[in-house]
T-cell receptor
Framework: NAGVMQNPRHLVRRRGQEARLRCSPMKGHSHVYWYRQLPEEGLKFMVYLQKENIIDESGMPKERFSAEFPKEGPSILRIQQVVRGDSAAYFC??????????????FGDGTRLSIL | GQQVMQIPQYQHVQEGEDFTTYCNSSTTLSNIQWYKQRPGGHPVFLIQLVKSGEVKKQKRLTFQFGEAKKNSSLHITATQTTDVGTYFCAGYNTGNQFYFGTGTSLTVIP
């Protein structure tokens, strides 16, 4: 009964590099959500995806950030040209149905991104 | 814009004391969910409330959804050290947008 799998658990990048965060949803879940959490703060919604579709990206910064959930393989959150302010924990969650069905979300362990 | 605020932001209690966190939304919510995040961990779903005025219990935890569906509370009776963590409310507004609250961090002093 694998839960939501995120990798890597920890990622260190230098300013200007690219960061790729991966998320495999729970078996049977086709809806994926990405959140960012700064230390001592709450979860900020970034993006909601279904297979091959971005449903809601209202929380994504307009530049440098992108997300995808291909037909095969994990969902990817990509941050280009990282800056110090991108340091945070990035959580992925999945649900069997979308937001509109009011399903609880199951979270992965997160990726802690540190920018040097 | 939509805001979901929780108070208090931090709470320290002696083991055995009760604890309550309050969740207040600026707009009506179609439902409310509660999550717990242990230090260094990830949020874990606790419960969902849907009906106006609904009350649910899980052992020492009591959850309430306000009559106007704009606020909620989580009450823990006789806290234990295992209750340590941050408690988040989260909910869908009538526009089907999902928001997490600001969280309440609970410390239990043995």
């Amino acid at each position: 009964n694998a839960g939501v799998m995120q990798n890597p658990r920890h990622l260190v990048r230098r300013r200007g590099q690219e960061a790729r965060l991966r998320c495999s949803p729970m078996k049977g879940h086709s809806h994926v959500y990405w959140y960012r959490q700064l230390p001592e703060e709450g979860l900020k919604f970034m993006v909601y995806l279904q297979k091959e579709n971005i449903i809601d990206e209202s929380g994504m910064p307009k530049e440098r950030f992108s997300a995808e959930f291909p037909k095969e393989g994990p969902s990817i959150l990509r941050i280009q040209q990282v800056v110090r302010g991108d340091s945070a924990a990035y959580f992925c969650a999945s649900s069997p149905s979308g937001l509109w069905s009011n399903q609880p979300q199951h979270f992965g362990d997160g990726t802690r991104l540190s920018i040097l | 814009g939509q805001q979901v605020m929780q108070i208090p932001q931090y709470q320290h209690v002696q083991e055995g004391e009760d604890f309550t966190t309050y969740c207040n939304s600026s707009t009506t919510l179609s439902n409310i969910q509660w999550y717990k995040q242990r230090p260094g961990g990830h949020p874990v779903f606790l419960i969902q409330l849907v009906k106006s005025g609904e009350v649910k219990k899980q052992k020492r935890l009591t959850f309430q959804f306000g009559e106007a569906k704009k606020n909620s509370s989580l009450h823990i009776t006789a806290t234990q050290t295992t209750d340590v963590g941050t408690y988040f409310c989260a909910g869908y507004n009538t526009g089907n947008q999902f928001y997490f609250g600001t969280g309440t961090s609970l410390t239990v002093i043995p």
